[in-house]
């Protein structure tokens, strides 16, 4: 079974950028059909999805934070990036590593979850 | 504010039949199919439902899940105490600002 470890500094200051690394173990990131990407919660909030990068390199954001996201996979170390710049108090959240398999695009059907990593944004 | 539409919250005594509702648009439900989350607070989302009916193995087939038109509804029979937790709806929004857009969740208490 695929498992998800997200890592990364749970406090950033404002204006900064945050990062943040998912290992995928006991799969490949390379495999077709599968769409890996971040969901945040913000604290006592509902989901919100942030992206998706697909099997072959194609990026998919949330329009409201494109401006702000880069996401990248390296196949080679298993490894999902998140990168958010000129982040706020507002991006303060609970940041899941997410996988999605799919034969016809996404659908929003995530199958795996990380257990989710906190991230404060906070001087 | 939340692109899928849900009640905020829910409930019912154990063995009964509950059901929740989602209702979007015609460029996200209306359009592709829907999936279901359980969370219980603390842990990560789980797939409950996907492709609007299907479930992934190892949910009870207490579960289940519909489709009509821009609504989607999560039917949850023999309800038990360790359903209690929070739904959310999802689905692909196929509009310019669309992606992955969720419910605002239901919190499900089982009284």
């Known amino acids: 079974q695929v498992q998800l470890q997200e890592s990364g500094p749970g406090l950033v200051k404002p204006s900064q950028t945050l990062s943040l690394i998912c290992t995928v173990s006991?799969?490949?990131?390379?495999?077709?059909?599968?769409?890996w990407g971040w969901i945040r919660q913000h604290p006592g909030k509902g989901l919100e999805w942030i992206g998706y990068?697909?099997?072959?390199?194609?990026?998919y954001y949330n329009p409201s934070l494109k401006s702000r996201i880069t996401m990248s996979v390296d196949t080679s170390k298993k490894q999902l990036s998140l990168k958010l710049n000129s982040v706020t108090a507002a991006d303060t959240a609970v940041y899941y590593c997410?996988?999605?398999?799919?034969?016809?695009?996404?659908?929003?059907?995530?199958?795996?979850w990380g257990q989710g990593t906190t991230v404060t944004v906070s001087s | 504010q939340s692109v899928l539409t849900q009640p905020p919250s829910a409930s019912g005594t154990p063995g009964q039949r509950v059901t929740i509702s989602c209702s979007g648009a015609?460029?996200?439900?209306?359009?592709?199919?829907v999936n279901w989350y359980q969370q219980v607070p603390g842990t990560a989302p789980k797939l409950l439902i996907y492709?609007?009916?299907q479930r992934p193995s190892g949910v009870p087939d207490r579960f289940s899940g519909s489709k009509s038109g821009t609504s989607a509804s999560l039917a949850i029979g023999g309800l038990q105490s360790e359903d209690e937790a929070d739904y959310y709806c999802?689905?692909?929004?196929?509009?310019?600002?669309?992606?992955?857009?969720f419910g605002g969740g239901t919190k499900l208490t089982v009284l």
């Open positions: 990068i697909s099997y072959s390199g194609i990026p």
């Open positions: 492709s609007n009916n």
């Open positions: 015609g460029s996200n439900i209306g359009s592709n199919t």
């Open positions: 006991r799969g490949s990131s390379s495999s077709g059909g599968y769409y």
């Open positions: 997410a996988r999605e398999t799919s034969v016809a695009g996404p659908q929003g059907g995530v199958d795996v």
């Open positions: 999802a689905a692909w929004d196929d509009s310019l600002n669309g992606g992955v857009v």
